[in-house]
């Protein structure tokens, strides 16, 4: 192996070790000793494990989180299903709209598409208060209704993973079997279940860890309907009185294996159900036009004003109300909570400086997305071109953050960048902005490194080794090889990191530095004081502020790119 | 170079770009890394600004001013006492607003680097803890204790640990008036929770006043009776919400017919015009003792010193009394000067001992986060 490529992937790895694998090494390590990130070192006392299921509100979080996700993977893996079935083998006008949607869900922070469902379904909220449906806020705030809320927004995991495999036409095998006198009901269980069931299993299993990790609907919840769940009994451990940091590591290690063991599901059903069905005779799915389209598309539409329009419609519809609960009529409507918004320092603690959260934000997303994607690019390198020792590690390492929840992540930078020690080092980093930008680099690891992976597949390894032959470093090859033909992907690699990480409210929570604001918690602050205009109209700007941003950047990076194409770079 | 040399070559650019990294990014922020005296953003109810530099003549008096930003965090006046005082001592402050539970929370997570010069919230409970705990800054006697009231002065601790600012009523029985007639309105702590119909207060875990409330009950009817009234009231319906804001507003939804308000927000919405009547028990309401503390390990003792005395001084506890805002009903402890009219002028307080709250503290809050899922 060349020096170089070595020393490049010795240092990601080191980056990717302390800023991913360090913090839940140390959630672990927390396990076996707690304590001992506050200074003092104690056996494992079995008494703290065990405590999970003495402790009533520990249990009642175990125990919701299990229920929420395993209800949620259920109901979102069988609309994704349903839908994805549809969309495959009809054409109608509404899936294009479908997939739009499932889009915006799977990129929507969750705790604004709850909100939104809050303010629809609370007790003094749109249903209830204007369109008098009372059974709206007995049924939400239950754990079935929570589940239906959350199946509505999460079903795009499963809708996609199912959408990718039933692309394929596998007709053949079933008429073989039928040839051969199976009789239709055996030929579903025989050939097209097991052919279509790991991508149901996949899809189920996305969607139950991206539940089991959420914070936005426990956080949404918290000043309406006691709902405990590990990720918010974690953040409350460390947020709330009497502390214990100790057992928010024990709930967070909890959580971790039972993020593994749903892996474990996956990996297993994927390698238990390897068919090679896609041979040269694979035909794409044809889709055809059904007799009732308008039927089609008018259930598909009315799902999708459920799914996306109620949360992202009361919430626009209550940033223009005075009173949220006092109706639609014009005495009613006011531009005042946008007034508001931009009027600089409000002097009131429920309303954190909007503009200053929003500059915090956008600049520690777009650091955390430069960052990721310059070391993504560097990994998927390493992966893709070299035969580096190192590879394993970088493949475990720029995974992890993509299963472990941002709350897991949180607890661990408190137990690695709290330490007393790191102080006269200038790298006690919790309370100050910088683990933020860290913590942002580590969420969007995963998603710069599978992009970069998927562009850096179709290159041919043998340019890379011509230029080594003549002489070009490794820095060279990168630059004037990979980079010229990877950057698109590049781009839309650190928009979409920018784009998750501004928004980001488990690890801004457990980690803001003292009276500093950020856009997400400005939302969360105004929404607990129950100052719903403020915090509406801050996510109604804050979405189109982002978007705004992504459309125009992407548009200024294709023309850049044009330009130098011309210029012959 | 062989493999060894070219592996130590990876480690060293790693670390290397890792320490840039950091402090790009920290600079990146326009917030160092490591608290210097100014600090950047407008959520600051106040740093700079009005006060501009310290007054030479305080820095050169003084070899305990460092000169440096104190930091206090707290749960009431936070949006008004910061500008008041560095505007007469020239000291620079910054408040910080937390819930009771997330102050103390918080100090615990910067056990190993605090950054609070200052404390002050509800409860002595909580504070003699965190003062039993080597938190506090003990033994110093502040030159205005004497402006205290004989109230005042008896919840004064010995060790000097913290100081007594006011007292109000951590929770007065608020009910609504559309739903529940005045003579079915509970009139005693004991109706209260023989009440046939929801109600509600707010969360020990989370707001300041709460665990005041919770423990006077506990202390005056002994724990375990306490634990069998409150498993009594949890089966009826007790509706727990984060803070008293959200209670008030369950209160006017009819969510809940009855709840243990703060004083502060029952007189909020009462006097707003809401249907909202209130009344203090006969025995007492849980009195809620609001106390401020330096922390041992101030960055700038002078200037957290002259935020005690401040606090202390009846032209502040005045200002504070007539302030346009809620957090204006209080009792002050300091001699000659009066409270809001709007109160009940001779209403009575149930206050455990600071020691009793304080070693009870982890226990009450722990049973009731329990209770509280059931």
Not at chain 1, 472 to 490: H, K, N, T, Y
Not at chain 2, 147 to 166: C, I, R, T, W
Not at chain 2, 236 to 252: D, I, T
């Amino acid at each position: 192996m060349n020096t170089s490529e070595a020393r490049y992937g010795g240092g990601v790895t080191l980056l990717l070790f302390v800023f991913i694998f360090l913090p839940l090494l140390a959630v672990l390590i927390n396990f076996i000793f707690p304590g001992l990130f506050f200074g003092q070192i104690e056996s494992s006392s079995l008494g703290l494990i065990g405590d999970i299921m003495n402790r009533p509100l520990w249990k009642q979080s175990l125990l919701n989180s299990v229920t929420l996700s395993l209800g949620t993977a259920t109901i979102g893996t069988i609309i994704g299903g349903v839908l994805a079935t549809i969309r495959a083998r009809w054409d109608f006008a509404a899936a294009k709209l479908l997939d739009m949607t499932a889009w915006v869900l799977l990129i929507a922070p969750s705790f604004m598409i709850a909100q939104g469902w809050v303010l629809f379904a609370g007790s003094d909220g749109l249903a209830h208060q204007w369109l008098g449906l009372t059974w709206v806020t007995s049924f939400i705030f239950q754990p079935v209704g929570l589940m239906f809320v959350m199946s509505l927004s999460k079903f795009p995991l499963a809708y996609l993973a199912i959408m990718a495999a039933s692309e394929w036409n596998i007709r053949q095998f079933g008429n073989a079997a039928r040839l051969n006198g199976a009789r239709p009901f055996t030929v579903w269980r025989t050939v097209e279940l097991p052919l279509a069931l790991p991508s149901y299993v996949a899809g189920w299993t996305l969607v139950f860890m991206d539940t089991i990790g959420d914070f936005g609907l426990p956080a949404a919840l918290a000043t309406v309907y006691k709902f405990p769940t590990l990720t918010y009994s974690i953040y409350s451990a460390i947020y709330q009185s009497p502390v214990r940091f100790d057992m928010a590591g024990v709930l967070a290690f909890y959580l971790v294996l039972i993020l593994a063991l749903a892996m474990t599901l996956l990996m297993v059903t994927l390698r238990k159900s390897r068919f090679d069905f896609l041979n040269a005779r694979a035909v794409q799915m044809e889709k055809v036009r059904p007799r009732k389209a308008w039927l089609y598309n008018l259930s598909i539409t009315i799902f999708l004003f459920v799914s996306l329009g109620i949360p992202i419609g009361t919430s626009a519809a209550v940033s223009f109300l005075k009173q949220a609960g006092g109706g639609i009529h014009l005495d009613n409507l006011t531009l005042d909570h946008y007034r508001e918004l931009f009027a600089g320092q409000a002097g009131d603690h429920r309303l954190l400086g909007y503009l200053e959260g929003m500059y915090h934000s956008l600049v520690i997303a777009a650091a955390a997305a430069l960052f990721s994607m310059l070391i993504g690019f560097v990994v998927a390198y390493m992966l893709t071109f070299t035969e580096s020792r190192l590879r394993p590690l970088l493949q475990l390492f720029s995974i992890i953050s993509l299963a472990v929840p941002g709350v897991v992540l949180g607890i661990g930078y408190i137990f690695i960048w709290n330490q007393k020690w790191l102080e006269p080092l200038g790298l006690h980093l919790y309370g100050t902005p910088s683990l933020l930008v860290i913590a942002g680099i580590a969420g969007a690891i995963p998603y710069a490194v599978r992009v970069q992976l998927g562009a850096f597949g179709n290159m041919s390894g043998t340019m890379l080794k011509a230029a080594a032959i003549q002489g070009a470093g490794v820095f060279e090859r990168m630059r004037d090889i990979v980079l010229p033909i990877a950057r698109q992907s590049l781009l839309i690699a650190t928009l979409a990191s920018f784009g998750t990480s501004v928004f980001d409210l488990a690890l801004a929570s457990m980690l803001k530095p003292a009276n500093y604001s950020l856009m997400p918690l400005v939302i969360d602050r105004a929404f607990e004081f129950s100052r719903y205009g403020y915090a509406t109209a801050a996510t109604v700007v804050s979405c189109g502020t982002v978007v705004l941003i992504i459309i125009l950047l992407q548009a200024a990076g294709r023309t850049w790119f044009r330009w130098l194409d011309r210029n012959k770079w | 170079m062989n493999k060894k040399t070219g592996f130590k070559h990876g480690i060293f650019i790693a670390l290397t770009a890792l320490m840039w990294l950091l402090s790009a990014c920290a600079q990146t922020d326009g917030q160092p890394t490591v608290r210097s005296g100014e600090t950047t953003g407008p959520t600051a109810s106040g740093s700079g600004g009005a006060a501009g530099q310290p007054d030479i003549t305080l820095t050169n008096g003084n070899p305990e001013d460092t000169g440096e930003t104190i930091y206090l965090y707290g749960n009431d006046f936070v949006d008004y006492i910061a500008p008041k005082f560095m505007e007469e001592t020239g000291f620079k402050l910054e408040a910080v607003h937390y819930g009771g539970g997330e102050a103390l929370a918080k100090i615990e997570a910067e056990q190993g680097n605090p950054q609070w010069d200052v404390l002050m919230m509800d409860g002595h409970g909580s504070m003699r803890n965190l003062g039993d705990r080597d938190f506090l800054m003990t033994d110093w006697e502040p030159d205005n204790l004497g402006n205290l009231s004989e109230n005042g002065k008896s919840h004064v601790p010995e060790d000097f640990a913290y100081f007594p600012v006011g007292i109000h009523a951590a929770g007065v029985i608020a009910y609504n008036t559309t739903l529940v007639t005045s003579e079915k309105a509970p009139t005693t702590w004991e109706q209260f929770f023989a009440y046939d119909g929801p109600v509600g207060h707010a969360d020990p875990a989370v707001a300041a006043p709460a665990y005041p409330l919770v423990s006077a009950f506990f202390e005056q009817w002994g724990v375990e009776a306490a634990e069998q009234t409150y498993e009594q009231r949890f089966k009826k319906g007790l509706h727990v919400y984060p803070k008293n804001g959200p209670v008030g507003k369950a209160l006017l939804s009819g969510e809940i017919e009855v709840a243990a308000l703060q004083e502060h927000n029952a007189y909020e919405l009462k006097l707003a015009g809401e249907p909202i009547e209130v009344i203090w028990p006969r025995e007492g309401a849980p009195g809620s003792l609001r106390v401020v503390a330096i922390s041992k390990h101030t960055k700038n003792p002078a200037a957290a010193k002259a935020f005690v005395e401040y606090m202390l001084k009846p032209e502040t506890q005045q200002m504070l009394t007539n302030l346009d805002s809620t957090d204006s009903f209080f009792t002050p402890l300091v001699e000659g000067v009066s409270a809001r009219s709007e109160r009940e002028p001779n209403g009575a307080f149930m206050l455990p001992s600071a020691k009793w709250a304080s070693e009870h503290e982890v226990e009450i809050k722990t049973w009731f986060a329990d209770q509280n899922v059931r």
